[in-house]
């Protein structure tokens, strides 16, 4: 069910959620000092790609905080806000709700990504 459900995802917007963590990694890796940060995007890109069968695991400590906060100011929000629409309007019908739900899952993710890891389940 989980592959099933993966393929579907990316023909409802999850390769254009992936399309816009690998640009914001890119964006980031143009300077030395942004590299951890692009270096982070590309591995949680890997979520936008097959979101189900896989959770989120926050355990960060204060570097991850203030990692969080520059993150949450100059690229976060941007990619919080548009996978917080997409999912709103896959919920609007009955069958677009468990996708909405796993781009609800990749908008707090995009929020506050240092410390979190991606684990699969099942």
């Known amino acids: 069910m989980n592959l099933l459900g993966n393929i579907i995802w990316i023909l409802c917007g999850g ?14 890796c143009m300077t030395i000092i942004g590299i951890p940060v692009g270096l982070q995007c590309f591995k949680l890109s890997s979520i936008s790609l097959d979101p189900f069968g896989k959770e989120i695991v926050h355990d960060g400590g204060a570097v991850s905080f203030l990692l969080n906060v520059v993150w949450f100011l100059v690229s976060g929000w941007e990619l919080a806000l548009g996978n917080f629409i997409i999912g709103c309007l896959l919920c609007i019908t009955i069958v677009g709700i468990p ?10 993710l995009a929020l506050f990504p240092f410390g979190a890891s991606v684990i699969r389940v099942g």
């Open 99 to 108: 996708f909405g739900i796993q781009f609800f899952k990749i908008a707090q």
């Open 15 to 28: 390769l254009l959620s992936a399309i816009g963590w690998w640009l914001t990694g890119l964006l980031w």
